[in-house]
């Protein structure tokens, strides 16, 4: 089967939006491709960050995501994988400064460090992290990244160095990772449906996948239905991420309650009742798996250091490659 990596980084909540923008794909993706999965807490440091809560933070994303299905033998930890950190160094050397400069991200979070903190600084890891990511996904020869519209770009740019470094060796080396498009709801925040849903705008701009049925419940009955104005005959973007919750849930009532807004004739209230509920639903069976993963913590731990050393072997042949290929090198075990 094709290989696909994806990885996320140990920040914020598990929350509805992060679960129906990539971790349901990521599971779907499993019965037809060699998936891996990599839990990637060097790039949680090139933001802000507690060096306290970090490896908490990267366990208790862990539990989640093996909770909501992902299978333990596809995921990783990269910083358990130190040839991540090794190639990044060999690929940073055919990637230039002026395409670092331009990546948009680098600007966007430049930005939210600066409004988060004004007397924080900004990181030369944040600059460079996408040649990181780029060895992330290069280091097993993904043949597929999922990707939403805002890493298009980071795609992009590993497709470059990729290029690039097959032509300093003279071989073509590593492939072109293509983006792997899926269609997914685009959640947004259910106290302002003008922006996504996202843990770091505050409890009340997210629900947490995990969350307890009243606490779910409480959120989208709050949830604002009016935002802004919109033309006659239109849908407030405040319905329109109501009526695409419910969708996403497998709300069974969905068709006929879009035809009663078409009517006229939604009550409101019900409605929200009706998409509390699903969500309810979608979430109680991950939520027990929840408390039975982490009623065997130890368990859990173990099987993810025994994957991330499995998967680890990929990363080591291609790194042995690449010094091969790069004539850098290598420790006296692989001479």
């Given at each position: 089967m094709k290989q696909v990596l994806s990885c996320i980084q140990p920040t914020g909540k598990l929350h509805l939006g992060r679960y129906f923008g990539a971790v349901k794909n990521w599971v779907d993706l499993q019965s037809s491709y060699d998936c891996i999965y990599g839990i990637v807490d060097l790039h949680a440091m090139t933001m802000p960050y507690s060096p306290k809560k970090l490896?908490?933070?990267?366990?208790?994303?862990?539990?989640?995501?093996?909770?909501?299905?992902?299978?333990?033998?596809?995921?990783?930890?990269?910083?358990?994988?130190?040839?991540?950190?090794?190639?990044?160094?060999?690929?940073?050397?055919?990637?230039?400064?002026?395409?670092?400069?331009?990546?948009?991200?680098?600007?966007?979070?430049?930005?939210?460090?600066?409004?988060?903190?004004?007397?924080?600084?900004?990181?030369?890891?944040?600059?460079?992290?996408?040649?990181?990511?780029?060895?992330?996904?290069?280091?097993?020869?993904?043949?597929?990244?999922?990707?939403?519209?805002?890493?298009?770009?980071?795609?992009?740019?590993?497709?470059?160095?990729?290029?690039?470094?097959?032509?300093?060796?003279?071989?073509?080396?590593f492939v072109s990772p293509e983006t792997l498009f899926t269609e997914v709801p685009k959640v947004m925040s259910t106290a302002d449906p003008t922006i996504k849903m996202s843990a770091s705008k505050g409890e009340k701009h997210f629900i947490d996948l995990f969350g307890d049925d009243a606490r779910i419940i409480k959120q989208i009955k709050s949830a604002v239905t009016d935002a802004g104005d919109q033309a006659p005959g239109t849908m407030s973007p405040g319905i329109e991420n109501l009526f695409s919750l419910l969708k996403a849930c497998g709300g069974a009532n969905y068709d006929s309650l879009l035809e009663s807004y078409n009517k006229g004739e939604l009550r409101y209230g019900d409605f929200?009742?009706?998409?509390?509920?699903?969500?309810?639903?979608?979430?109680?069976?991950?939520?027990?798996?929840?408390?039975?993963?982490?009623?065997?913590k130890k368990d859990i731990k173990y099987a993810i250091k025994q994957s991330t050393a499995e998967i680890r072997k990929k990363a080591m042949k291609t790194l042995s490659e690449v010094k091969e290929l790069t004539g850098i090198m290598q420790t006296a075990k692989n001479i």
């Open positions: 490896r908490e933070a990267s366990w208790e994303l862990i539990y989640n995501l093996i909770a909501s299905g992902i299978e333990k033998e596809n995921i990783f930890v990269q910083s358990m994988i130190p040839e991540h950190g090794e190639l990044a160094w060999i690929l940073g050397t055919v990637c230039s400064y002026g395409e670092l400069s331009r990546m948009t991200q680098f600007k966007d979070k430049t930005q939210q460090v600066k409004d988060t903190d004004k007397d924080a600084f900004v990181s030369a890891g944040l600059f460079t992290y996408p040649v990181l990511q780029a060895a992330d996904i290069l280091i097993y020869n993904a043949d597929y990244v999922p990707v939403g519209k805002d890493q298009e770009q980071h795609l992009e740019l590993t497709r470059n160095i990729a290029q690039r470094f097959n032509h300093v060796v003279g071989k073509e080396y929200k009742m009706e998409v509390a509920q699903a969500v309810v639903d979608l979430v109680k069976p991950m939520r027990e798996r929840l408390e039975d993963i982490k009623a065997n």
